[in-house]
């Protein structure tokens, strides 16, 4: 009896054995259908059934907050970034409000220009009146002149009005347009504060009353003063006749 045939028997019978209780323990222990049931198929074109109910929208997810420890510093590029962009800041407002305040002091100038400009214009006579300011203005400093002459060896009050007296007298009768004009522009600054106009007003309603009056005295001491020169006349006359 040789020994490989009894070896080769020995090798099977485990290999077997193992077979054997794979075989058992795969095994289905339920009937495993290829299909479904027919019944229980259902068609790929149904309807939902109502009872299903509708998804609900759902919110957007808001975004995770960062925490402090994730973000990272500003760098020193960031920081001289910011510090360029405040003194940019800083130097277009100072200099806009600079030009504002020229282009406004330049706008008030140029008004007070034209007012002034405006006023000087308006004092002057209209071509239709016919008065002219060139002999009329030289007129009446002469005559200004002439008033600082006799009163140069008076008191100093009456040395400081002859001149304006003489000068007021004279551009009143040689200039009465340009005097008129001048009258009602100060008249018009006077208005502003009442206690120089009423002032003004009372010492205008003073000089026409002593105007008024001294009218009237000279003309009643020019018809005495006719009245007697008619009266010596009359006798003068009595006498040259009687001579005869």
Known sequence: MSFRPMFQQRAVAPIAATLLAGGVAFYPR?????????NDRKPIYDDFPADIPEPTKSLPLS??????????????????????????????????????????????ALHIENAFTNTIASLAPSPESGE??????????????AGSIVSRNRGILLRTASPLAF???????????????ISDLVWEYEKKVPAIA?????????????????????????????????????????LVSKGH
């Open 30 to 38: 339920r009937t495993a259908f290829a299909e479904e049931p027919k």
């Open 63 to 108: 975004p995770p907050k960062s925490s402090p420890f994730s973000s990272s510093s500003p760098t020193p590029t960031d920081i001289l970034t910011a510090q360029v962009r405040h003194a940019r800041l800083f130097l277009y407002e100072n200099s806009l409000a600079a030009e504002n305040c020229f282009n406004d002091f330049l706008s008030r």
């Open 132 to 145: 002219r300011l060139l002999p009329g203005g030289a007129y009446v400093i002469v005559s200004a002149m």
């Open 167 to 181: 000068g007021t007298v004279a551009a009143w009768t040689l200039l009465p347009v340009t005097m008129r004009n």
């Open 198 to 238: 009423e002032q003004h007003l009372y010492l205008r309603e003073r000089a026409e009353h002593i105007w008024s009056t001294g009218v009237a005295h000279s003309g009643m001491a020019r018809a005495m003063m006719e009245d007697k020169i008619g009266k010596t006349r009359k006798k003068l006359e009595e």
